[in-house]
């Protein structure tokens, strides 16, 4: 009897287990895939020359505080 018990608790909670596991998985990838679809976004934009920041500009190329002639 105990054995048929052990086997009806594998039996219903096993594949819950999995389940919850398999969604835990599907959830992570979900989120890897969104995070680097983002990041090849970010990463073409800067290919395609998108705005510069003040910290990145080299200074020939930030704007010109000489004063005028």
């Known amino acids: 009897m105990s054995l048929l018990v052990f086997a009806l608790m594998v039996a219903i909670v096993l594949p819950i287990v999995l389940m919850f596991w398999l969604l835990k998985v599907a959830v992570l990838l979900v989120v ?16 395609l020359g998108g705005e510069q920041s003040e910290e990145d500009a080299s200074p020939a190329e930030s704007r010109d505080d000489r004063p005028l002639p």
């Open 32 to 47: 890897l895939a969104v995070r680097l679809l983002f990041m090849g976004v970010v990463l073409i934009f800067d290919m």
